[in-house]
Every structure is written in structure tokens, then in C-alpha cells.
Nanobody, 130 residues
């Protein structure tokens, strides 16, 4: 059974940091791209970052323009876990954050939610106070 468990969210003050984790099981971790998405209250879900399945030269990372420089995605293949380090949190980062898995390498289509990703986790809530 494929499972994605996202955790690490919480309530933090603006300027603070969080590290979100996405623990994966039930599939060959190296063969899948893992993406992070978020949905703020009253807004559509958006892709924030992705770490693609290895294409022979290691994994490739992608970021939304709105989070570049503040978000860092990484993976620990031994633990089947992807991390999203978030620094300089802003109130606009308040959202439910989800991780999702897509088979194979993802390039420019990494943020195309349901079109690309087959499995979704349950989400973890990030709340940033001003």
C-alpha cells in the first residue's frame, strides 16, 4: 500500500523556520518524484517544490518563484523521506502543505498537481503569525 505521511507543520512567528517531512512507503522511492504543494484558505492549491526521480545524474530540484531562496527540498533515500526546509516564514505561507508522488522524472511539469502526481499525503498545517 502506497503511503505518504507529511508532518512537521506548526504555529510559528514570521521570520521563523520549519522543516516539513514526507515519509514514503509502498513504492520504490528512487523511481518517484516527490512534490510539495500548499493550499491557503480560500485559494487554489499551488506547487511549491519538487525533487525529481533520479535521471542518472542524481535528483533534480524545482521551486516556485515565490519560494526560491527560502525553501530547500532534499531527500534521504535511506529513510525514504523528503524534507522541505522553510526559512523566513511569512504570514502568506500559512497553508495546508501536502506532499505527493509521481512516477518518473518530472521537468517543467512538476507543478501540475493531479495531472502528474498519483499519490497524495494527508497534509500538515503551517500557520505563520505576524
Amino acid at each position: 500500500e502506497v503511503q505518504l505521511q507529511a508532518f512537521g507543520g506548526g504555529l510559528v512567528q514570521a521570520g521563523g523556520s520549519l522543516r516539513l517531512s514526507c515519509a514514503a512507503s509502498g513504492f520504490t522511492f528512487d523511481d518517484y518524484s516527490i512534490g510539495w504543494f500548499r493550499q491557503a484558505p480560500g485559494k487554489e492549491r499551488e506547487g511549491v517544490s519538487c525533487i525529481s526521480a533520479s535521471a542518472g545524474s542524481g535528483r533534480t530540484t524545482h521551486y516556485a518563484d515565490s519560494v526560491k531562496g527560502r525553501f530547500t527540498i532534499s531527500s534521504d533515500n535511506a529513510k525514504n523521506t523528503v524534507y522541505l526546509q522553510i526559512n523566513g516564514l511569512k504570514p502568506d505561507d500559512t497553508a495546508v502543505h501536502y506532499c505527493a508522488a509521481a512516477w518518473g522524472f518530472l521537468g517543467s511539469s512538476w507543478a501540475n498537481g493531479d495531472d502528474e502526481y498519483h499519490y497524495w499525503g494527508q497534509g500538515t498545517v503551517v500557520t505563520v503569525s505576524s
